[in-house]
């Protein structure tokens, strides 16, 4: 089980992170006006910018925000399938 205190620490490590090495694309928080330190929309339009390029990547990260706008809400919609 992960406690608060693990949760936290691990949110201030990768924002720390993101502030040093995060890409600088517009779409990530134009497209669903998001803030940037928010480390699940960080999350995933890295991990998608892994795969692909990022004019790919803009349309798929601003419907998987849609659908999946919290970690929660993947994991809800996850465990129905």
Do not use: G
């Amino acid at each position: 089980m992960t406690t608060e205190e693990e949760i936290e620490w691990f949110r201030n490590h990768f924002l720390s992170w993101a502030e040093c090495n995060l890409r600088d694309y517009p779409w990530p928080t134009k497209a669903l006006a998001i803030s940037t330190l928010d480390p699940y929309s960080i999350l995933i339009a890295e991990f998608l910018l892994q795969r692909t390029d990022a004019d790919t990547v803009a349309p798929i990260y601003k419907n998987f925000l849609i659908n999946y706008p919290t970690l929660e809400a993947k994991r809800d919609r996850s465990l129905l399938k």
